[in-house]
DNA sequence: CTAATGACCATTA
DNA sequence: ATAATGGCCATTA
């Protein structure tokens, strides 16, 4: 596990329930805003499904990858009440600050 | 060390 | 409006 794969997560685990961040506002976060394509690579090796990584979306409002498909990342998503168009998420969950 | 890769982004066409 | 392009950065081969 690296430094730059910790302090992803650090930020990460405290998205809500409901809510989502995206990539470069994470990337932001740690100190690196413009390593927001990093941040992705990050979170695709994760393999722990006890972490929330289904919460970070891309800043256009398109949820993006993820490493089990992006059906599972919406049907999570949907799951916690989080309203999804056309692969694009309501912007009132986005959060923009930590 | 260099080169390639990808859950991205903003600009340009 | 959509599509291509160049840039960015940590990791890996």
Do not use: W
Not at 5 to 12: A, C, D
Not at 13 to 38: D, L
Not at 58 to 84: H, N, P, Q, Y
Not at 86 to 93: C, E, M, R
């Amino acid at each position: 596990m690296t430094r730059f794969q910790q302090r992803v997560y650090n930020i990460v685990k405290r998205i809500p329930r409901g809510k989502v961040a995206t990539y470069k506002v994470v990337a932001r976060a740690i100190g690196n805003p413009r390593a927001m394509r990093a941040v992705g690579n990050a979170l695709n090796k994760n393999r722990d499904k006890r972490m929330s990584c289904h919460r970070v979306i891309r800043s256009d409002g398109m949820v993006g990858g993820f490493a089990r498909g992006t059906k599972e990342k919406i049907r999570l998503l949907r799951s916690e009440k989080v309203m999804i168009i056309n692969k694009k998420a309501a912007v009132k969950h986005i959060i923009s600050k930590f």
